[in-house]
C-alpha cells in the first residue's frame, strides 16, 4: 500500500475531513486542491464570494470535491463555519482547515493526523516557521501580538497563533456561536474552544513564502487591526467576568472549598518571592495612576507573571476611600520634590482634584513614583516576613 494510500485510509479511520476556505486565490487555488485530494477524499471547498477566476476553475473538481459557494463575501471566518457545520452534518468528527494561497503543503496533512491519534479533544495548530527576514514586519508583530493576547485570555502560552493551517474537533467547533466571521475569526475560535475545554497546541509544520512582489493577502491593516483590538477587549472582559470565575467555580466543585482557598487561592507553601510579589505588585498598582483601570490590568499582568491573584487583589485595595487623601498627597508632595521645587508642608484639606488638575503632570510623575517605592518597599518586608515567619515555624 503506497503512503498516499494509507494516508487517505488514514483519514477515514479517524473521521477527518479537509476544509479550503478560498477567496480571490486563482493562482494557487487548483493546485493546493489537487495536492490535498492526494492524501485525502473528503474535501470541501467554500468559495467565499470571489470575484477572479475562481468560479471557473473550481467547475472540474464539482464531483471530486464539496463545493460551498456564494456571491457575496462573508469573511474567512464565515467560510470555516459554514464548512465546519456542512462536515458536521455529513458526520464527520475532526476538520482541518488549510489556506488556499499556496503557502501551506498538503505533505504536512499525515502530521495532523499522527497527532491526533493521541490528542482527541484538541485543537492543533500549525506552527510556521517564523522567518523574520521572510516575513513582513506587520506578520511578526501580528502574530506576537495574538499570541500575547491568546496567553492573557486562557494562559496558554503558543509560538503561532495566526496559522491558518489547523485541526479542529467538529463537535465543539460547531455548536459555538461566534461574535466574528471574519479574519479575527480565527482569533476567537480558539479562545472560546479553549474555554470550553478543548486542549490547544502547536505541532511544527513546514511553510512557503513567495516573494513579496507575489504575495496576495486580503488582510486590511487598519480595518482589521481595529476589529481584533476591539475583539480581545471583550474577550478580556469576558475572560475576567466569565471564564475565571468559572474556572474558580470548577475547582471549588472539584477540590472543596477549604483546599481552594488553601492551595490555589492563597497558595500556602508558595515560594516566598510569589507571595511577596503579589503583595508588591498590588501595592503598586492600587497606588499607580490609572483609575477605574487598575484592578482589570493588574489581573492581566498578574496572570502572565503567574503571580497570586487573589493576594494581588487584597492589596491592590490600598487605594480605598480613607486611603485616598493620603495618596494623593504623598504623589502630590513626591512630584514637586522630583520636579525640583517640592514642599512638604502643605495641607491634605488643599490637595483635591483641582490642584491636582491645575497640576497634572507633577502628580503623575509622584503617583509612578510612589507606586514604585512603595509597592517595591512592601514586596521586600513581605519577603523577610515571610521567610523569617517560615523559619520559626520550622523550629
Excluded at 463545493?67 to 455529513?90: H, R, S
Excluded at 499522527?114 to 511578526?140: A, C, D, F, Y
Excluded at 487583589?313 to 480605598?320: C, E, G, K
Amino acid at each position: 500500500m503506497s503512503d498516499k494510500i494509507q494516508h487517505k485510509s488514514d483519514f477515514k479511520k479517524l473521521n477527518c475531513c479537509v476544509i479550503i476556505p478560498t477567496y480571490n486565490n486563482e493562482q494557487t487555488i487548483v493546485s493546493v486542491i489537487e495536492d490535498v485530494l492526494s492524501f485525502c477524499d473528503d474535501v470541501y471547498v467554500v468559495n467565499d464570494g470571489s470575484t477572479d477566476q475562481t468560479n471557473e476553475l473550481l467547475k472540474p473538481f464539482k464531483d471530486k470535491v464539496t463545493l460551498i459557494e456564494y456571491t457575496a463575501n462573508q469573511g474567512k471566518g464565515n467560510a470555516i463555519l459554514l464548512g465546519f457545520n456542512e462536515a458536521y452534518k455529513d458526520g464527520f468528527s475532526y476538520a482541518i482547515t488549510i489556506d488556499s494561497d499556496g503557502q501551506h503543503y498538503a505533505s504536512d496533512l499525515p502530521i495532523f493526523l499522527k497527532e491526533l491519534q493521541h490528542e482527541k479533544n484538541t485543537v492543533l495548530i500549525g506552527s510556521r516557521s517564523l522567518n523574520p527576514e521572510l516575513m513582513s514586519k506587520g506578520s511578526s508583530f501580528a502574530n506576537k501580538f495574538s499570541n500575547f493576547w491568546f496567553l492573557v485570555e486562557t494562559g496558554v502560552k503558543l509560538e503561532d497563533t495566526q496559522s491558518g493551517y489547523r485541526l479542529y474537533p467538529l463537535e465543539p467547533a460547531s455548536k459555538l456561536k461566534f461574535f466574528s466571521k471574519k479574519y479575527e475569526f480565527e482569533i476567537e475560535n480558539i479562545v472560546r474552544l479553549s474555554w470550553k475545554g478543548c486542549k490547544v497546541k502547536n505541532i511544527p509544520i513546514n511553510v512557503f513564502y513567495p516573494k513579496k512582489e507575489e504575495r496576495i493577502s486580503h488582510f486590511r491593516p487598519f480595518y482589521d487591526f481595529f476589529r481584533i483590538s476591539i475583539l480581545n477587549f471583550i474577550l478580556v472582559t469576558l475572560a475576567l467576568v466569565y471564564f475565571l470565575p468559572r474556572s474558580f467555580g470548577k475547582m471549588y466543585k472539584s477540590k472543596g472549598f477549604k483546599r481552594v482557598l488553601k492551595e490555589d487561592i492563597f497558595q500556602v507553601g508558595a515560594p516566598a518571592h510569589i507571595t511577596a510579589t503579589s503583595i508588591g505588585f498590588g501595592v503598586f498598582m492600587g497606588i499607580f495612576p490609572i483609575w477605574g483601570y487598575q484592578l482589570i490590568v493588574g489581573f492581566i499582568i498578574a496572570h502572565l507573571l503567574k503571580l497570586n491573584k487573589a493576594i494581588f487583589f487584597i492589596f491592590a485595595n490600598i487605594s480605598i476611600p480613607p486611603m485616598i487623601p493620603l495618596i494623593l498627597y504623598l504623589s502630590y508632595v513626591l512630584g514637586s520634590y522630583i520636579m525640583g521645587h517640592g514642599e512638604w508642608l502643605i495641607s491634605i484639606d488643599e490637595i483635591g482634584f483641582e490642584t491636582i488638575k491645575t497640576n497634572i503632570l507633577q502628580y503623575l510623575i509622584g503617583s509612578v513614583a510612589l507606586a514604585t517605592i512603595a509597592g517595591t518597599a512592601i514586596g521586600f518586608i513581605s519577603y523577610g516576613i515571610i521567610k523569617l515567619t517560615g523559619r520559626k515555624n520550622s523550629k
